[in-house]
């Protein structure tokens, strides 16, 4: 089993910055993808970033502006989000891949105002 606790959401006017942590705890050893997703209201969940062995991807929308990354001694994976827009709008997840399972934290909820 793997928990995930989001936290660093808020309220931030456009063209701001946050950074979202995730807390990772449990069987560590068994995670190999771990992700940043989210979900506007109305929409379907997306792939925003996500990191496997070092290697970085990002969705399209969040290029240039956003940035995953890892803390192993902490347990960590952060999402650096910078230059937000009133689009980014959206409950963000972070998800964490087995070759057996995946794991999702309950979100945390980030709103760019216009």
């Known amino acids: 089993q793997v928990q995930l606790v989001e936290s660093g959401g808020g309220l931030v006017q456009a063209g701001g910055s946050l950074r979202l942590s995730c807390a990772v705890s449990?069987?560590?050893?068994?995670?190999?993808?771990m992700g940043w997703y989210r979900q506007a209201p109305g929409k379907q969940r997306e792939l925003v970033a996500a990191i496997i062995s070092g290697s970085t991807n990002y969705a399209d929308s969040v290029k240039g502006r956003f940035t995953i990354s890892r803390d192993n001694a902490k347990n960590t994976v952060y999402l650096q989000m910078n230059n937000l827009k009133p689009e980014d709008t959206a409950v963000y997840y972070c998800?964490?891949?087995?070759?057996?399972?995946?794991?999702w934290g309950r979100g945390t909820q980030v709103t760019v105002s216009s």
């Open positions: 449990g069987s560590i050893f068994s995670i190999n993808v």
């Open positions: 998800k964490a891949d087995s070759l057996r399972s995946g794991y």
